[in-house]
């Protein structure tokens, strides 16, 4: 995959400090090696052909529903070479994606998806909406058609050969202690792994297979139904009466795309009797000071759940040994970037209850570490927890927050 270009034109290393994949090559290690020395060495591997993806590492992380969700940890090397590729063809394909699709774009975000969504609810009227689910999107995206997609604009036969080798890479996976190789994704051949870099941008150039279907068939005109799709998560905006035959029409394309609806997670949702989950956020009726009724989002109970677990999760006995600076720190990292995302609609309410339940913990967590019993709600302070520890303050009134769209 050569291009012409010198080590310095790729990625800086600092970009991506996560764990080492199945070479157990660190970042550490090339910092003492010398970073100079590394990419110019990949380089060469790159120039002369020699590149080889090296196999992924599978690891499992937890879904809010309790499942698990495979994770395919590339090598830093396949880390940074997929970087490169998307520095230099993700512009080519980002002037091809669709006004519909917010997730993984420059200058986009999953919060303007959920205005759009809001703006074709209330402002057009498209009340009935198709809330759908994708079955394993990422691990089930057809190589040939996808790779078909990557054709069309680039024409260098080597860079397709590198992505087809980082689609079908082996994944090894460490069970009851032994690491075991696999070769699922060259069998199937189907899927991009989650946790690869260039992931986000094939599965977004998939999805946009389906957008342009649904529009050059005509659905989105006869039905009035439109699509607002972030990453593997879209609805479809419907006019009342058309959802139905929105939601089949749907399920018949993503067939044909090779791609399968949950139909167990697919729904329609009619507002304002009922709401629907989107990117976080509930979506439904709501009703103000005056009693007077609106529709709007706040966020989902799932989503402040999960928070409240993760905090619960991180003041547990097993953090005891943490100096009480750095677990305040984590916490407020957590409840700071919940904030900063869950900004929207009438949020002061869950924002007291996320505030309460932080400095209880809080509390206990340092009572504990201590060896002491009680709340702490004496012995610990506001200001020991929020100007001593540094303990992010949550907003309590609106004016202190930014300014919400929807």
């Avoid at 699709?101 to 402002?123: C, E, I, N, S």
Wanted: proline share 6%; with cysteine.
């Amino acid at each position: 995959m050569p291009t012409g270009r010198s080590s310095r034109s790729l990625p800086p290393l600092a970009c991506e400090r996560r764990s080492s994949g199945v070479d157990r090559k660190t970042f550490e290690q090339i910092d003492a090696q010398g970073q100079q020395r590394w990419l110019e060495t990949l380089r060469e591997e790159l120039v002369s052909g020699r590149y080889v993806p090296k196999p992924l590492l599978r690891v499992w992380i937890p879904k809010s529903n309790g499942g698990q969700r495979p994770l395919g940890i590339p090598c830093i090397s396949d880390r940074v070479v997929q970087m490169a590729a998307v520095l230099i063809i993700g512009p080519l394909f980002e002037a091809d994606l669709l006004p519909q699709q917010y997730g993984f774009r420059p200058g986009l975000d999953a919060k303007m998806a959920l205005r759009r969504v809001y703006w074709h609810v209330t402002q057009h009227g498209r009340r009935e909406v198709v809330d759908a689910d994708l079955r394993d999107y990422f691990t089930s995206l057809p190589h040939s058609p996808l790779v078909r997609s990557l054709s069309r604009r680039i024409a260098a036969g080597r860079m397709l050969h590198v992505i087809k080798g980082w689609l079908t890479a082996p994944v090894v996976e460490v069970i009851d202690g032994r690491p075991v190789q696999t070769t699922e994704a060259r069998r199937t051949k189907r899927g991009t792994p989650q946790g690869g870099v260039i992931s986000p941008l094939l599965a977004n150039l998939y999805f946009r297979r389906f957008l342009l279907a649904w529009h050059n068939h005509g659905h989105q005109d006869q039905l009035d139904a439109h699509v607002v799709n972030d990453a593997d998560d879209f609805v479809i905006c419907c006019r009342p009466g058309n959802a139905g035959e929105a939601m089949t029409r749907m399920t018949a394309l993503m067939t044909r795309l090779g791609l399968e609806v949950n139909a167990t997670k697919t729904r329609i949702a009619r507002l304002p009797e009922e709401s629907f989950d989107f990117l976080g956020y509930t979506v439904g009726r709501f009703h103000g000071k005056d009693g007077r009724s609106y529709i709007g989002t706040r966020p989902s109970r799932k989503a402040v759940k999960s928070l409240l677990k993760r905090i619960h999760q991180r003041t547990t006995r097993q953090w005891y040994p943490d100096e009480p600076v750095s677990t305040v720190a984590r916490i407020s990292s957590m409840v700071r970037g919940w904030c900063g995302y869950f900004d929207q609609g009438p949020v002061i309410q869950i924002y007291e209850l996320v505030r309460a339940y932080t400095e209880r913990r809080g509390r206990r967590w340092l009572m504990r570490r201590a060896g002491r019993r009680g709340a702490g709600f004496r012995q610990i302070p506001d200001e020991y927890l929020y100007e001593t520890l540094g303990l992010f303050s949550v907003p309590r009134r609106r004016a202190d927050l930014p300014r919400a769209k929807v």
